[in-house]
């Protein structure tokens, strides 16, 4: 049976024309591809429909809501398809493919985010090279979570994270190997993927008002600013703080700044400005002061995964300390315990 596949056209890219101020999103995919692609059932080619949305976006302008629209209208029309390919900008799908993973828990179907550097419009493209790889994995491989295809390369969705704004090349993750390669053949490493659930449990909520940012530490970051950022209306923070997740403990006020914070039910994620590599507090004295002060650690967790597993949380409006020790799981696949390696 020639399996189906849903594409949800979110803008991007692979779907964009010039204009005279720069490439701006364009409707009618689906005539595109259908004018391109192979015919279903012509060698591996799966049966697809394009759901194209009504206000197509540049991922620069995508927002929250636009993450649980994504996970909710997969989920509606999860059981009439095989698998699900999202067209998406490049800009933010790091960030889509995270919150769709944490939204679309248990999730047994393929979920793969792909998107291209050259519009399809345009010769030289990478739009149906990524395109056919995310349809084909969707239809044929059992992978059963959220994934970004991009380059030849299949990456969990929630490691993956944009590294090059000019090459085909563009995403990586950095600390998990890929789950799959595009040669000849799509060979995908079976002992990299998530186990199949034994069924879904999604968490679809539409996301909390509450506010939750993003502070990098910097030289020179005063305790004045850190109050100003941890202010009122926050909900939580993800602090991306040095090496093995050190801050600078000894600049006064620095501490109390972050403890009163915590006091006041502000979840303080901690997350490493490294490319590569994990947050333990436990290793320096400078990351040890940081525990004290309530910030949790997210182990490898990429800046994305935290930011919209920590959205995720607060919008299921849970207590701030069960938020703290849900950040400390890995519900799938987000990060690396203690004491585990990758295989
Ligand atoms: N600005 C574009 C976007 O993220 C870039 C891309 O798609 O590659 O929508």
Not at 232 to 249: H, I, R, S
């Amino acid at each position: 049976m020639t399996r189906r596949i849903a594409i949800l056209y979110t803008g991007g890219t692979l779907g964009m024309k010039p204009s005279a101020d720069g490439y701006q999103p364009d409707t009618g995919l689906a005539q595109s591809l259908a004018a391109r692609l192979p015919a279903p059932g012509v060698g591996r080619m799966p049966h697809w429909e394009v759901h194209e949305y009504a206000q197509l976006i540049d991922s620069a302008e995508a927002q929250p809501r636009d993450w649980h629209t994504i996970a909710a209208d997969i989920a509606a029309r999860y059981d009439d398809f095989d698998g699900f390919v999202v067209v998406h900008g490049t800009d933010t799908m790091a960030y889509t493919a995270a919150a769709l993973s944490f939204a679309l828990l248990g999730l047994r179907k393929p979920v793969i985010l792909t998107g291209s550097q050259i519009p399809l419009c345009e010769p030289r493209s990478d739009a149906l090279g990524n395109l056919l790889g995310a349809l084909l994995i969707a239809a044929h491989h059992p992978v059963a979570e959220v994934c970004l295809y991009f380059g030849g390369k299949l990456l969990r969705g929630n490691r993956a994270t944009k590294v090059a704004g000019a090459d085909f090349d563009a995403f990586d993750s950095p600390n998990y190997p890929p789950l799959g390669h595009a040669g000849i053949d799509i060979v995908l490493d079976m002992g990299r993927v998530l186990p199949m659930p034994v069924r879904e449990a999604f968490e679809l909520v539409p996301p909390s008002a509450c506010e939750i940012a993003l502070l990098r530490l910097y030289p020179g970051l005063s305790v004045a600013r850190l109050g100003h950022m941890l202010a009122p209306p926050l909900a939580g923070v993800v602090l991306q703080t040095y090496g093995a997740g050190n801050g600078p403990v000894r600049l006064p006020g620095f501490l109390d700044t972050l403890a009163d914070a915590s006091a006041r039910g502000v979840v303080i994620v901690n997350v490493t400005q490294c490319a590569r590599g994990t947050v333990d507090q436990d290793k320096y004295a400078t990351g040890s002061a940081l525990a004290s002060a309530g910030v949790v650690g997210a182990y490898d967790m990429t800046v994305e995964a935290a930011l919209t597993k920590l959205h995720h949380l607060v919008s299921l409006e849970l207590l701030p300390q069960e938020v703290r020790r849900r950040m400390q799981e890995a519900v799938c696949g987000e990060c690396t315990l203690p004491g585990l390696t990758i295989g």
